[in-house]
């Protein structure tokens, strides 16, 4: 009898608890907001760690398997603590040599992209100019439309130099806010990676704690729904990630074969730009197409508006076509599913969407198929 009344008691408080956090948001929306983005603000290194820890761990297994099974086939004793130290840092240097082949890339291109467009400026403009004439000649009909395009574009030029010349405060103030939001990052970062280490050398503790935890709060029947989704939802988001890295080939083979084609330069360093970024969601393929347009660009602006058109082409092909059908029948959701749900989730939450919208609608779908879908199968017959 007491233990009832405890259950019930335990019961009403979340209750209470629950319904006293609903009315708090529900009457002080900005200060929740506020308490809220606080809060993120705090987690957001230990968020940082879970995620570096969670994509990590697909490379520790893997050095960490092959450590213990080097030392079963010698004969020797398995050290799995120092095996398991030796599988992190390799693969935090993996990840190290990751992050630097990808700003390496991208900031010596850019750098050059900037240097060979001012010295080549007034080249670029006379040819333009040059263009236009000849088009004039040509064409006398157009001479009107010609005339106005080149004034316009006269007074478009004018107007952005007076802007920067009277806003360049600001420009100089937003420049210096940049780097403190970037510092912010790195420093989190910094933090994450150190809470990742730790995470992964005791991980299996950790989540024996978890599951230890949550087999004391829930019942019998529930625990067995957390542990068969928790494993499910594993199994999708190290799926998702493989194929992340299968999606960024395909495009990094896609640019190299149809520059190959058409005769743009740079191909060798732009199919590595362009494969390496890609692993970066939205913003990934957005810097490598724009710095690699504009590297081209620097050689020939007609190539470079080619190249723009058939990157993004081939970009569009492969996540809205290709991967959904691939990624779909490894995660047993159907093609056009997985499409709609790319689209929607990146355009209703961003990067995080696109992170997460496929492997936890994956999830949701194996259960309906698995749990739900036969259930309301017997209730109908």
């Known amino acids: 009898m007491r233990n009832i009344n405890r259950k019930k008691a335990a019961e009403y408080i979340v209750a209470l608890l629950v319904i006293g956090a609903v009315l708090f948001v529900s009457i002080n929306t900005a200060e929740a907001k506020k308490l809220f983005n606080y809060g993120i603000t705090i987690l957001t290194p230990f968020i940082y760690g879970f995620c570096i820890a969670y994509v990590l761990n697909l490379l520790v297994k893997q050095f960490d398997g092959m450590f213990n099974k080097h030392a079963i086939k010698k004969g020797k004793p398995v050290k799995a603590t120092r095996n398991r130290v030796f599988a992190i840092i390799i693969a935090i240097l993996i990840f190290v040599a990751f992050v630097a082949l990808t700003v390496g890339m991208i900031i010596p291109n850019l750098k050059d992209t900037i240097v ?57 103030s937003s420049a210096l806010s940049g780097i403190k939001s970037a510092s912010n990052v790195a420093f989190n970062f910094a933090i994450g990676a150190v809470i990742a280490f730790g ?20 019942p019998e029947k529930e625990y067995g729904y957390f542990c068969y989704v ?50 970066v969601p939205i913003i990934g393929a957005i810097v490598g197409t724009a710095v690699s347009a504009l590297l081209v660009a620097a050689e020939s602006p007609i190539k470079a508006i080619i190249f723009v058109v058939l990157s993004i082409l081939v970009q569009q092909l492969v996540e809205k076509l290709i991967n959904p059908h691939l990624m779909g029948k490894e995660l047993d959701m159907p093609g056009l599913l997985t499409f709609i749900v ?19 609608v994956s999830v949701l779908y194996d259960i309906y198929t698995q749990k739900l879908r036969p259930k309301l199968k017997q209730q109908k017959e």
Request: one cysteine or more.
């Open 199 to 218: 995470m992964l050398l005791y991980k299996e503790k950790l989540v024996k704690e978890v599951y230890m935890i949550m087999h004391k709060i829930l």
């Open 116 to 172: 060979s467009f001012y010295k080549r400026a007034p080249e670029l403009w006379q040819s333009l100019m040059d263009y236009l004439d000849g088009i004039k000649v040509k064409q006398p009909k157009l001479e009107g439309v010609i005339t106005k395009l080149e004034t316009e574009i006269d007074t478009y030029v004018s107007k952005i130099t007076k802007w920067l010349t009277g806003n360049w405060s600001n420009i100089l």
């Open 342 to 360: 790319i689209c929607l989730g990146g355009k209703q939450f961003g990067l995080v969407g696109l992170i997460c919208a496929v492997p936890v």
């Open 230 to 279: 928790q494993e499910l939802a594993n199994k999708k988001f190290q799926i998702f990630l493989k194929y992340n890295v299968v999606q960024a080939v395909i495009t990094g083979a896609g640019t190299f074969l149809f520059m190959l084609v058409t005769g743009i330069p740079y191909k060798i360093s732009i199919t590595l730009l362009v494969t390496v970024t890609q692993l």
